[in-house]
């Protein structure tokens, strides 16, 4: 792992490196920005970089047994600290019985032997390197105990916290780390890599980047098929509404509230259609559109539906996210949109 694998994070990594070539490394990041955007591959390349036997302006160089160990997790300097539940290696020696029990949160015992771990001096590189994933899901005990490891670290201890959510730690834990954010990857960015990675077509690489909202892990993990072919579901659905009766949009509204997952999609997935619609209706542009090529369906949904019409729906879907997060019955916010949205 190397700092010139990460593709974007410019300002962080010049940060870092600057720090690496000057012996100025902080004891302890907080590496902060939205999920899937690279923060923990960053992560693992400092950690490269200061074991690498052979580090370079690029940092670890990628190939020494240093670098190899970092990136397989069996470094015997660098302890990876995360929920039991995104712990791989964890789940694949327990038994199915133990692995459904697995905790969505980081533990005091976790934190305990992190703390025993980093207290012994290096074996192999300069630091000892503890590296918390997901420190957001550290619960009250859990950061109290760690409160005291960053007040008084050992003397040859780097220790990294990693959360799209920083807020949720304390604020004498934020106080003793360097921040540094991270931001999402701009949409060209984030196209140009996923056609490299994963040999997209570039109207399929510019569709998922922008679904992605400047996650490469999101865009990594995006289907575009599936991604369209429910927008095409969305719109069918939209197209149908007004001819359907009450009888048959409130058969429809019991379908979704019973599947909170497929409800959420279609709100998120109309938001996206509407707002596409919108901007193509004002602009005729559709190189500003989420999908490529979407440009004859909203202009069909501009020419069926007025602005206000329109308008008046965008603020229905965002007060039926809004009911939902209130903990209103999905039952009645399912109708409420399935019937409102009909009504031409």
């Given amino acids: 792992m ?13 940060i870092l490196k600057r720090a690496l070539a000057n012996k100025t490394l902080a004891h302890a990041y907080l590496f902060s920005g939205e999920a899937g955007i690279g923060k923990k591959m960053t992560a693992f390349a400092l950690a490269a970089a200061v074991h690498c036997a052979d580090a370079g302006p690029g940092g670890g160089c990628g190939a020494c047994p240093s670098c190899r160990r970092v990136a397989a997790l069996t470094h015997p300097d660098v302890h990876v600290v995360m929920p039991e539940s995104e712990d791989a290696r964890l789940l694949a020696t327990w ?8 905790s969505d949160e980081i533990k005091i015992d976790q934190i305990r032997q992190a703390q025993e771990s980093i207290s012994l001096k290096p074996s192999e590189g300069s630091k000892k390197i503890l590296l918390v994933d997901g420190a957001e899901t550290l619960n009250l005990t859990a950061q109290n105990a760690f409160l005291k490891t960053l007040e008084e670290p050992p003397g040859d201890t780097l220790i990294i916290l990693v959360t799209p959510l920083p ?3 304390l604020p004498t834990i934020r106080s003793r780390c360097q921040e540094i954010r991270f931001q999402p ?27 992605a909202q400047g996650s490469m892990g999101r865009g990594l993990g995006m289907d575009a098929g599936r991604e369209k072919a429910e927008r095409d579901q969305v719109t069918e659905l939209w197209s149908g509404l007004s001819r359907m009766s009450d009888a048959e949009a409130l058969a429809l509204a019991d379908g979704y509230a019973k599947d909170r997952e497929r409800f959420d999609r279609l709100l998120d997935i109309g938001v996206e259609c509407l707002r596409d619609a919108l901007v193509y209706r004002e602009t005729g542009d559709d190189r500003l559109l989420v999908q490529a090529g979407a440009g004859e369906r909203c202009r069909n949904w501009s020419e069926r539906f007025s602005l206000p019409k329109m308008l008046a ?23 409420n949109l399935l019937l409102k949205l009909g009504r031409g």
């Fill in 313 to 335: 729906d965008l603020d229905l879907l965002s007060m039926s996210r809004t009911m939902l997060d209130r903990r209103v019955s999905a039952q009645l916010v399912a109708e």
């Fill in 95 to 102: 038994s199915s019985k133990e692995a459904d029990k697995a």
């Fill in 167 to 169: 807020q949720s730690l």
């Fill in 2 to 14: 190397s700092f010139s694998n990460i593709i974007g994070h410019d300002r962080p990594i010049t």
């Fill in 185 to 211: 990857l701009p949409r060209r960015t984030l196209a140009q890599a996923l056609v490299s990675k994963r040999g997209l077509s570039d109207e399929d690489a510019w569709f998922l980047a922008a679904l």
